[in-house]
């Protein structure tokens, strides 16, 4: 099979490309997107030529008008963009190299949104696929990183319509350089590309041959492993999105939780996954989610602290918070997870009538009683969380509903002398921290008498010597 029918073969079935819509094809003058022009246009794609004159050079002026040239010999529609890549990089705390790919890709995109385009069609080749997975090998990726780059891209980093397209990623250099000659293509050479400051080309000169001394075949023993990911890489990617929608219980802008037993009893592998999904999730432009990274969220979920958090990266941590663990960047407005939330003013609340609790529709009434004497010693004890027995005779009316003050203080049911401030009560029965604000207490004059579904003030409780009780109750509206 000639080069050519290879080619065709991989546009229409490997690629996906239709003949008849528009593609971008990013062209740099050099062997391989020449190689691939040329391909496309004896194939009859409708063609959009684009470069970027990236002014690293004094010949890249001369590669502008080489591409121009052979564009209007296709007679095909070319389009080029000048950026300064220095003073990018410099700007953007960027490598030349970072800055270069970042810049070209935006113009790509932005030229194939404009024109609606089926594609963005970029030439790596079968040995810049190799050098890739050794930089991403070398920088410590995962099995993501390792299987390289797809044909076909969508979403990607620029786009979620338009799919970055490589069509040559299964042929070799060697193969390029024997089409070019064949078919009287006379592509420019880059100097910069035996330039050794930059890692990849310090890769290809350097490392490269020298594992090649090791073994002759690890070009294609690499390749044939970022195929074999390449497959296998999407099953787990599925089975990671179905837990995901079981156990990512809260997602919204900026953050994910997670029921914290639930994470826990997934197996390691599994936990890693969701934690870079959800980073990349919060963070949706932040590359190099490192293994560092993920596994400070690993270790830190293994932990017993609740009231800890860790910093992960870009300003996303990952903190407990009663039974849920949180990924989320500074300034995120996590979702209120069914607590009391008293209103910024405070409320009074008389005999016989009942008030509001903002959150979650939550109601507090309150009656008084004298028929509490057959369950005395149930009621003494105080049971259930969300309602209170207390000494109507010690209360002084109305009682007040509020936020927290500094210095409250409560002497919580059964400690028999002495208190504690309330701050410190709820850190201990682990109120979440975002909760204690503008939790409600209820408080008779200065005293705090009920913290609503933890604990009554020990002064305040029903004794053999009460003669009415006043019944608090809290409880979630019907609707």
């Known amino acids: 099979m000639s080069m050519l029918k290879k080619l065709q073969k991989i546009f229409q079935h490997g690629c996906w490309l239709d003949s008849t819509r528009i593609s971008v094809i990013g062209v740099s003058g050099g062997p391989d997107s020449v190689c691939l022009l040329d391909a496309l246009h004896r194939s009859g794609y409708s063609l959009v030529v684009a470069h970027l004159n990236h002014k690293l050079r004094p010949e890249s002026a001369n590669d502008a008008l080489y591409v121009e040239g052979l564009s209007r010999q296709f007679g095909l529609e070319f389009t080029c963009k000048e950026v300064d890549v220095r003073s990018y990089a410099a700007a953007h705390s960027l490598s030349i190299e970072e800055a270069a790919r970042e810049v070209r890709y935006q113009f ?270 149930a009621f003494q004890q105080n049971p259930d969380a969300y309602q209170a027995w207390l000494d109507a005779d010690r209360l002084v009316f109305p009682l007040t509903v509020r936020r927290r003050l500094p210095g409250d203080r409560i002497q919580p049911l059964g400690m028999a002398h002495g208190s504690v401030k309330v701050s410190d009560y709820m850190m201990n029965v682990k109120l979440p921290r975002r909760a204690r604000a503008d939790y409600p207490l209820v408080c008779s004059q200065e005293d705090v008498v009920w913290i609503p579904g933890y604990t009554i003030h020990h002064a305040y409780r029903i004794t053999d010597q009460t003669r009415r009780a006043a019944h608090l109750v809290v409880n979630r509206e019907v609707e």
């Open 108 to 377: 790509l995109f932005t030229e194939a949104s404009r024109r609606n385009a089926q594609a963005v069609l970029v030439a790596h080749t079968a040995d810049d696929q190799v050098e890739t997975i050794l930089m991403h090998w070398l920088r410590g990726a995962g099995m993501e990183g390792l299987r390289g780059m797809p044909y076909r891209q969508l979403p990607n980093a620029w786009s979620e319509a338009i799919p970055l397209v490589r069509p040559l990623l299964g042929i070799s250099r060697k193969e390029i350089l024997a089409y070019c000659q064949e078919n009287d293509l006379h592509p420019v050479t880059d100097a910069s590309n035996l330039d050794q400051t930059y890692f990849r080309n310090r890769l290809r000169h350097e490392l490269l041959p020298y594992l090649r001394t090791y073994n002759r075949g690890i070009d294609a023993h690499i390749l044939n492993l970022a195929n074999i990911l390449q497959y296998e890489e999407p099953l787990l990617v599925e089975l990671v999105n179905q837990t995901w929608q079981r156990i990512a219980s809260f997602r919204g802008p900026g953050f994910v939780g997670f029921r914290r037993p639930d994470l826990q009893g997934l197996p390691l592998g599994m936990q890693r996954r969701l934690i870079r999904k959800a980073i990349a999730l919060i963070k949706p432009g932040l590359r190099d989610i490192t293994f560092q990274v993920v596994e400070r969220a690993v270790n830190f979920l293994a932990g017993g602290n609740p009231e800890r958090q860790v910093d992960l990266a870009a300003g996303i941590r990952i903190f407990n918070e009663a039974e849920f663990t949180w990924l989320a960047e500074g300034g995120a407005q996590l979702p209120v997870l069914g607590w009391l939330v008293s209103p910024a003013e405070a409320l009074q609340l008389e005999r016989g009538k009942t008030c509001e609790i903002r959150a979650a529709g939550w109601r507090l009434s309150l009656h008084e009683t004298s028929d509490f004497r057959p369950q005395f010693q």
